[in-house]
């Protein structure tokens, strides 16, 4: 089974700043998905990652995949309020998605 | 284009009582997924259909919770008899294509909250 972790578990950062949400998985993953969920609402997809070396870019987050160190980036640039969420990544083999715990990220005015 | 419909969208039940729970899925999509998401967890797969077959329900306690999914598009899950760590938000979401090759994402419905007393 497909084990993935995301760390911090919790951020919180000051707006402008810049930080990074980091996601390991344990064996190799066909694809590796980000998604947020604001509290009380469902999950929305953020990003797919196809193959190593892909990088995608949204506004002010940017994901980037590793496969041969198992290991996805969520970079938030100059962070807004706005993105205070809980940013979640998949892992997939075959068809079935595995979840990290999630990184609930506050930005602070 | 519609998204992933869910109901109800609340409902709390004393332990042991059944519930149930409908999806109805993006349009077309052929692949549908129930979760079970505990407060400060992420998803957990429960059951995936394909059209209207099961593709995986490993994790699917299957003394007490049943799913199915008849003409291949709405689905229903069941739960009976409740128990108190049943309590969660159950997650339906849609994917249009089950193939490998095309990062077809998933796509969430909105969830319906369990609480079990």
């Known amino acids: 089974e497909l084990k993935v972790e995301q760390n911090p578990l919790f951020l919180s950062m000051q707006e402008g700043k810049n930080y990074t949400i980091y996601c390991n998985y344990s064996?190799?993953?066909?694809?590796l998905y980000w998604y947020r969920q604001d509290p009380g609402k469902s999950l929305e997809s953020l990003f797919v990652?196809?193959?190593?070396?892909a990088v995608k870019q949204e506004g002010r987050l940017m994901a980037s995949l590793d496969t041969k160190a198992r290991l996805s980036t969520l970079h938030i640039t100059a962070a807004v309020h706005d993105l205070s969420a809980t940013y979640f990544c998949?892992?997939?083999?075959?068809?079935?998605?595995?979840f990290g715990t999630g990184t609930s990220l506050t930005v602070i005015p | 284009e519609a998204g992933v419909a869910q109901s109800p969208r609340y409902k709390i039940i004393e332990k042991r009582q059944s519930v149930a729970f409908w999806c109805n899925p993006i349009?077309?999509?052929?692949?549908l997924y129930w979760y079970q998401q505990i407060l400060g967890q992420g998803p957990k797969l429960l059951i995936q259909?394909?059209?209207?077959?099961?593709?995986?329900d490993s994790q699917l306690p299957k003394d007490r919770f049943s799913a199915e999914r008849l003409k291949g598009v709405d689905s229903t899950l069941k739960i009976q008899p409740a128990k108190l760590e049943d309590s969660a938000v159950y997650l339906c979401?849609?994917?249009?294509?089950?193939?490998?090759?095309?990062?077809?994402?998933?796509?969430f419905g909105p969830g319906t909250r369990l609480l079990v007393l």
């Open positions: 064996t190799t993953s066909d694809r």
């Open positions: 259909f394909q059209n209207n077959g099961v593709v995986d």
């Open positions: 998949a892992g997939t083999t075959g068809n079935q998605f595995y």
């Open positions: 990652l196809l193959s190593n070396g």
């Open positions: 979401a849609s994917r249009r294509t089950r193939s490998r090759e095309i990062g077809e994402t998933q796509y």
């Open positions: 349009s077309g999509h052929a692949t």
